[in-house]
């Protein structure tokens, strides 16, 4: 009898032994509790020589990733809510990133994936921080948190985009930009929240981006009270100028969208109508922002204004009518002068009206027309031009502006 648990107990420490040779450390290793959000993960983190690691399923999913794993060559593949790719091998430290917006990059971790009893373990902290989550070790426990912003009684999850309020609990989510991938969008740096006139809530954010250019964005989401899976966000940005607001006329309140164009959400009922300026403009690349509405005319800014009549489905190119031939001529008169050359003129002509309201004005003398407001029927807009005036001997050359102000009447 002892010579049996004598054999059985050497056969217990030798395959202990094994173990621990194959993976150095492994046998050492202790169960450590993970909390996401103070919630409890159902499985461990096991710890060796000061790493966290966790079933790889387990905490991809847990961060909202979708995981895939191959056993031919052992890769993992974890798609991130924001599109990014993760791309991993058991026991190696290469890690390949494909990001929503094309780009990619490549690195090596310190500490890779294993497997162990055909679970395959990967570093939490890595897994983690990549979805932007805050790793905090608290004794002999681990804490993950997502970065939160806050106003007033207001909470907003930028990982996951869930806005909760303090008494009235989760109000729904917003689709927030990317903060996850280095290119494209940039987090968000502050947030409002104002309740509408039938109780609903209206989410509004500014921020900066960089990708090939930097820009500036602005959220606005609509989240009706009680139906926070009816939330509603429309995404703007642009390069250069001031982003539109939201109008609220009537019932009705109107966003601009990069996606769709024009959007109207009914404040009492919940009723959507989209106006998309693919079709207004017959382009499928039409990106046009809405600068102000009476609930019949549409004023789009789509490298130029526009004016469209919801009743008629009529578009209006508004530079058309506002540059009358007079003033054409005034203005080509200050950036000519009186005695142009004919090579001159012809520059002008190729290249200063086709260039009204160009994005992207870097070091060109250009004309641009700028949207002041409405009163009554009337738009106010400014033709804002610049020019070089004429030489005169002794006189310090400047570039100079001028600007006339233009008005248009609504029609009928």
């Known amino acids: 009898m002892c010579y049996i648990v004598r054999k059985k107990l050497v056969a217990v420490v030798l395959g202990a032994l094994l173990l621990a040779l194959a993976m150095p450390g492994l046998a050492q290793a202790a169960n450590v509790p993970v909390y996401l959000e103070g919630e409890r993960l159902a499985a461990s983190a096991l710890e060796q020589g000061g790493v966290a690691y966790l079933p790889m399923r387990t905490i991809f999913e847990a961060l909202g990733a979708e995981v895939q794993w191959e056993d031919d060559d052992q890769r993992i593949t974890a798609t991130l809510a924001n599109g990014s790719v993760i791309y991993m091998q058991v026991n190696s430290p290469e890690v390949r990133i494909s990001f929503a ?31 932007q989550y805050q790793v905090e070790w608290a004794g002999n426990q681990v ?47 502050d947030f409002t929240v104002e309740r509408t006139a039938a109780g609903n809530y209206l989410f ?104 469209y009549d ?30 142009p050359s004919e090579e001159e003129r012809e520059l002008h002509e190729k290249y200063y009206w086709p260039h009204l309201n160009w994005p992207l004005p870097v070091g060109d003398l250009i004309p641009a027309i700028w949207f002041e407001g409405a009163e009554g029927r009337d738009l106010h807009f400014v033709l804002h031009i610049s020019y070089w005036p004429q030489w005169e001997p002794g006189k310090t050359m400047n570039i100079e502006s001028k600007d006339y102000p233009l008005v248009y009447h609504l029609p009928e």
């Open 101 to 131: 917006d094309g780009a990619g990059s490549e690195f090596q971790i310190e500490n890779p994936p294993f497997m162990r009893r055909s679970t395959v373990y990967v570093p939490l902290r890595f897994v983690a921080e990549e979805t």
């Open 143 to 189: 804490r993950l948190t997502a970065p939160k912003l806050s106003w007033e009684t207001y909470t907003l999850n930028q990982v996951n985009g869930r806005l909760e309020e303090q008494t009235a609990g989760y109000l729904g989510t917003v689709d927030l930009p990317s903060i996850v991938a280095p290119h494209g969008w940039y987090p968000l740096l």
């Open 204 to 307: 509004q954010a500014d921020g900066s981006g960089s990708g090939a250019l930097s820009f500036t964005y602005n959220l606005i989401a609509y989240l009706p009270a009680g139906r926070p899976e009816a939330a509603r966000t429309c995404r703007t940005h642009l390069i250069m100028g001031e982003l539109p607001q939201p109008f609220l006329l009537d019932d009705n309140i109107w966003l601009s969208d990069d996606e769709v164009g024009v959007v109207c959400i009914n404040d009492q009922t919940g009723e959507v109508t989209e106006y998309r300026t693919a079709d207004i403009f017959q382009d499928e690349y039409a990106n046009a922002l809405c600068y102000w509405t009476d609930g019949r005319f549409l004023l789009l800014d789509n490298g130029g204004w526009y004016l």
């Open 310 to 339: 919801v009743q008629t489905g009529q578009l209006r190119d508004m530079a058309a009518e506002l540059l009358t031939p007079e003033l054409k001529a005034e203005v080509d008169r200050l950036c000519l002068g009186e005695n």
